[in-house]
């Protein structure tokens, strides 16, 4: 379902009543990166290079096979709010 709502976006005034409840899902990630600074003092290659350090070892878990990874950067801003 997620995943439809990335693919086809979601707008105010097109409320679907075949959907009628709406998932709301946050994440706290804590890390022990030491050779790398807080995102709020990282320069853009040091937050490229963590998320591409945590991309890789999430694919080597077996448990989120079936599991996608969205950039914020490329949601809307109602996607980004929907995800807050």
Same mark, same amino acid.
């Given at each position: 379902?997620?995943?439809? +709502?990335?693919?086809?976006? /979601? *707008?105010p005034q097109k409320g679907s009543k075949s959907i009628p409840v709406t998932l *709301?899902?946050? +994440?706290r990630l804590a890390r022990n990166l030491r050779e790398f600074p807080f995102p709020?003092?990282?320069?853009?290659?040091? &937050?490229?290079? !963590?998320? %591409? &350090?945590? @991309?890789?070892?999430? %694919?080597? +878990?077996?448990? /989120? $096979? *079936? *599991?996608?990874? !969205?950039? !914020? $950067? $490329? @949601?809307?801003? /109602?996607?980004?709010? +929907?995800? !807050?």
């Amino acid at each position: 379902m997620f995943h439809d +709502i990335l693919n086809e976006g /979601l *707008s105010p005034q097109k409320g679907s009543k075949s959907i009628p409840v709406t998932l *709301s899902t946050r +994440i706290r990630l804590a890390r022990n990166l030491r050779e790398f600074p807080f995102p709020g003092r990282a320069e853009t290659s040091q &937050r490229r290079a !963590v998320l %591409t &350090r945590c @991309l890789d070892a999430m %694919t080597e +878990i077996k448990d /989120l $096979d *079936s *599991s996608f990874a !969205v950039e !914020v $950067d $490329d @949601l809307s801003e /109602l996607e980004r709010q +929907i995800l !807050v």
